[in-house]
């Protein structure tokens, strides 16, 4: 059963353009909600990280919106460049005990092109 | 950027050996994790560890093991592989509950 799910699975984005990736979750014990990015050949990187006291967090072009009523976050990438081509992963993280425990998306591949 | 070493990159082997991922970390963290990612879907947490000589089984079961015997390292075993086990394997690592999860390049693994 797919506890976070994720869409798209794959985005092409005019440079310049706003790339939007959203995401669902089930399980309302989550208390941490991160994006992680994927470069070809490399581990997910942290991008951006929210909690669900607060509906949005903004780092630079990178924004996170989040409903907790919904049970849905986004991410927002703004004035989106080629640099920004990467796939990109939501996750959730559900404390069990002393070990913190993230739950993934299914990832989504953003090409921006010229 | 995250100190977080694996090692190898990349391994092609038959089937039948018996396999050691490396995972090393400077940071100190105390807690460690295992993913396993097929070519462009998500991650899989197969194992996880909050202190040494600590492990436990992560949401995807896995046939791999994996030890916790010093705070920096966090290796994971096949003792037989097949090529089923054929995936990628992303060692992470974070300070805390409430802190990141740092993650390493992965070991790309093939078993023929």
């Known amino acids: 059963q797919q506890q976070v799910k994720q869409s798209p699975q794959s985005l092409i984005v005019q440079k310049g353009g706003i790339s939007i990736i959203n995401c669902a979750y089930e399980?309302?014990?989550?208390?941490?909600f991160p994006w992680y990015q994927q470069f070809p050949g490399k581990g997910p990187a942290l991008l951006i990280a929210i909690r669900p006291d607060v509906s949005e967090k903004k780092e630079g072009r990178f924004t996170i919106s989040f409903n907790k009523s919904a049970k849905q976050f986004s991410l927002h990438i703004m004035d989106s460049q080629p640099g920004d081509s990467a796939t990109y992963f939501c996750?959730?993280?559900?404390?069990?005990?002393?070990?913190?425990?993230?739950?993934f998306g299914t990832g989504t591949r953003l090409q921006v092109t010229l | 950027e995250a100190d977080i070493y694996q090692t190898p990159r990349y391994l092609v082997i038959g089937t039948g050996k018996k396999i050691t991922l490396e995972c090393s970390q400077t940071?100190?963290?105390?807690?460690m994790y295992w993913y396993q990612q097929d070519p462009g879907m998500e991650l899989h947490l197969i194992h996880y560890s909050y202190g040494v000589n600590s492990t436990e089984k992560g949401d995807l079961s896995s046939e791999s093991t994996v030890s916790r015997i010093r705070t920096e390292h966090f290796p994971l075993t096949l003792e037989s592989a097949r090529p089923s086990h054929t995936s990628q394997y992303l060692c992470a690592s974070s300070e805390g509950l409430n802190q990141p999860q740092h993650f390493g390049d992965g070991t790309r693994l093939s078993i023929l």
């Open positions: 940071m100190g963290h105390d807690k």
């Open positions: 996750a959730a993280r559900g404390n069990t005990g002393t070990a913190s425990k993230l739950t």
């Open positions: 399980n309302t014990a989550f208390d941490y």
